[in-house]
């Protein structure tokens, strides 16, 4: 059984456009998943839906069986306890979700006094336990928000994300926030807790090169849908789906110097969930688009071995190889 597994999930916000349209995603535990797109295709929403954090009103389908077990038809109190332990949300901007009037250490040691029916000193010690896991000195549990980094904050708020022992750790753009070197520390951070405790990590970026760098395998979403999923490096170096290619193009290649200096792009903004392009999503932007593409949607189907992408050139009737239409290739 998977760790995680999330079946036709779609997310409807109230008035009336879809911002996750049918994805199908797994993850094993020990593995990490990293969730790529523009902004604007449902990474958030993806994220959120998995503990049903979406305003009211909003409507989920599908299924996110987490152990098997599905969260989104799970009584409240079942669902209360796995927010606190099952799964974790380590959020962009972590001083915004810090309380800014409180000691860091009494914030990370709620969840165990509450949850793990610690005893005060129990819990301070876990809470020094947790701060120096992720490379801080006990004695910064006195501090305040204010008085930290934010590289400083971004760890605290891996700590609190650690501290009921969840089994499942959703990173939603943990590091946008930091500068380059801060968020390199960050990433190597939750790399090595995910790998030393067997948890499960779903890493969100608009940064294709930072996922692929982090995580075994990707998903590249584009408007609300994946359309493409495999092997990290592989989706990174060599995707299938055009959409795939041309974000993997916008983002400097790891040890190419050139390649910094010259980021190919994608012209066009991604569309409005309450817009939707007819057919594919992407036919309007796309560089190998078919006359086709503008009345059929693909489903994501296997593309070589543990790759799926959804694109007719690449699994439908029309696949043909498109090397040469390789968007901005000069
Ligand atoms: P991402 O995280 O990939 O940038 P989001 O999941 O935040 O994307 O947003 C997906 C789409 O859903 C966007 O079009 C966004 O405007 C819309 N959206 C996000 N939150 C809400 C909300 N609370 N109510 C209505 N629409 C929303
Ligand atoms: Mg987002």
């Known amino acids: 059984m998977s760790l995680l597994d999330v079946r036709g999930l779609t997310v409807t916000y109230a008035g009336g456009a879809a911002a996750v349209r049918g994805v199908d995603l797994r993850l094993e535990a020990g593995r990490t998943l990293g969730l790529a797109g523009e902004s604007g295709c449902g990474k958030s929403t993806l994220a959120l839906a998995l503990l049903r954090l979406l305003p009211a009103g909003t409507r989920i389908t599908g299924e996110v069986l987490l152990d098997g077990e599905d969260v989104l038809t799970m009584r409240w109190g079942r669902l ?5 332990a099952g799964v974790s949300l380590v959020f962009q901007g972590a001083m915004h979700s810090l309380n800014p009037v409180r000691r860091v250490g009494d ?32 004695a910064r549990a006195d501090a305040h928000p204010h008085e930290l980094s934010g590289g400083q904050r971004q760890r605290v708020m891996i700590a609190m994300a650690l501290a009921c022992e969840p089994r ?13 070197m801060v968020q390199a520390q960050i990433l190597r951070l939750i790399e090595r807790l995910v790998a030393e405790r067997d948890l499960g990590l779903i890493m ?25 999923e495999g092997p990290a490096r592989q989706v990174y170096e060599d995707a299938r789906h055009p959409y795939a290619r041309a974000l993997s193009a916008a983002f400097p290649r ?10 190919r792009g994608l012209a066009g903004d991604p569309p409005d969930p309450a817009a939707l ?6 036919h ?36 043909e190889p498109f090397e040469e239409a390789r968007p901005g290739t000069p």
């Open 80 to 84: 209360r306890a796995v927010r606190w």
């Open 107 to 138: 914030q990370i040691a709620e969840p165990i006094l509450l949850h793990h029916g610690a005893t005060p000193a129990g819990a301070r010690r876990r809470t020094g336990e947790l701060l120096e896991q992720v490379g801080l000195p006990a």
């Open 168 to 180: 499942l750790i959703v990173a939603d753009e943990p590091t946008t926030a930091l500068d380059v």
């Open 204 to 228: 969100i970026s608009h940064d294709l090169a930072v996922l692929a760098a982090t995580c075994d395998r990707l998903a590249v979403m584009y408007a609300g849908r994946v359309v493409e």
């Open 254 to 263: 790891i040890g190419d110097p050139a390649s910094r200096f010259a980021p």
């Open 277 to 282: 392009p007819s057919g594919c999503a992407f």
């Open 284 to 319: 309007p932007r796309c560089p190998v688009v078919l006359e086709s593409c503008a009345t059929r949607d693909q489903e994501l189907r296997a593309a070589g071995a543990g790759r799926r992408a959804a694109c007719v050139r690449v699994t439908g009737p029309a696949a």
